[in-house]
């Protein structure tokens, strides 16, 4: 008999049946409380979920006796409580390796969008402002030969000083929990403290996950170590920097201008200050977005779910001592 999954995340049709090969699928539009009730024999048979965006923490699981992974639509896992799932010997599984480059795409277009104030001057375009030659107030800063500070040296990190590197000459700066040798060989990188890469960076760009320690992680303080010619630019998670301090920052100049993908709370508010800031470049999350990447992350996720469930786990397992 096949084991039971449940879906909480619409598949294209030959990921579907793919799926489907190996389990009796049920699927739901999410993991609500009211979902979960008006589904509760589902939910208590399955052994496996798949989806993205929902919660799953020690209440969910509460209701899921039988199940033994969860795979995630996504590289970050935040909106699940990994203690809780390894505490029962639940496999969580991501996707971390197939939206890289695409998510490094996204990032070095905030550094030219802001710098140049594309969406800025597109609109004044648009709007019928463009008469003449322009001057000065439509002009922008260069990219090339800019410092460019990296958050976070991971995958994405080192996909974006590729770019920055070779494509605009870039000094790359970068803080992370170890020394990246690979990063120092290929790209000239430079390891250096926080409060340094704030204070030298022309561009600060954030690719960290949302952990305890890095909630926050930017915050007025560090906003102020900033130069006020800098751009901060931010497509990790939006709760790694304190919002409130730097609309205030945008506001009062000590920042010259923010490229962000991500929110402390989205969709972002329609009230939020920095819908009304032209300094600004907000986007609605696309990092990974393109039509290739979110077909692949979906596919991956649908052999992470089958691997764990067959106990043929090599890879994307966020909590690989549950599989011993």
């Not at 209701?63 to 896992?77: C, N």
Request: proline share 5%; hydrophobic share 45%.
């Amino acid at each position: 008999m096949k084991p039971s999954v449940i879906l909480y995340k619409k598949l294209p049709d030959d990921l579907l049946a793919r799926l489907e090969s190996h389990f009796n699928v049920t699927q739901l539009n999410d993991l609500s409380p009211q979902t979960v009730k008006q589904n509760a024999a589902a939910f208590a048979e399955a052994e496996g979920i798949l989806g993205s965006s929902e919660k799953v923490d020690e209440t969910f699981l509460t209701h899921t006796p039988k199940l033994r992974a969860a795979s995630t639509v996504s590289v970050g896992y935040d909106n699940f409580d990994v203690a809780a799932l390894t505490a029962r010997r639940i496999a969580l599984m991501h996707t971390p390796s197939v939206l890289t480059e695409t998510v490094a795409d996204t990032m070095m277009m905030l550094v030219l969008a802001t710098a140049r104030r594309a969406v800025e001057v597109a609109e004044r375009v648009k709007a019928g402002e463009w008469q003449g030659s322009i001057g000065p107030d439509w002009f922008g800063i260069d990219v090339h030969h800019k410092t460019l500070g990296i958050l976070g040296m991971g995958r994405i990190g080192l996909a974006l000083a590729q770019r920055a590197h070779f494509g605009f000459s870039m000094p790359i700066l970068y803080n992370a929990r170890r020394h990246h040798q690979e990063a120092e060989d290929r790209f000239d990188a430079r390891y250096c403290d926080l409060d340094t890469l704030l204070a030298e960076s022309d561009f600060v760009c954030i690719s960290l996950p949302l952990t305890e320690e890095t909630h926050h992680m930017i915050g007025a303080e560090q906003l102020a170590k900033m130069k006020s010619s800098a751009i901060l630019i931010n497509a990790g998670r939006g709760p790694v920097v304190d919002e409130k301090a730097l609309i205030q920052a945008l506001q009062n100049g000590t920042l010259h201008a923010a490229g962000l993908d991500v929110f402390e709370q989205e969709p972002l508010p329609v009230n939020s200050p920095l819908l009304e800031m032209p300094n600004v470049v907000a986007l609605p999350h696309i990092g990974s977005a393109t039509h290739e990447t979110r077909y692949n992350m979906a596919a991956c996720a649908v052999d992470n779910l089958i691997a764990a469930l067959t106990g043929e786990v090599k890879e994307n397992c966020v909590n690989p001592q549950v599989l011993s």
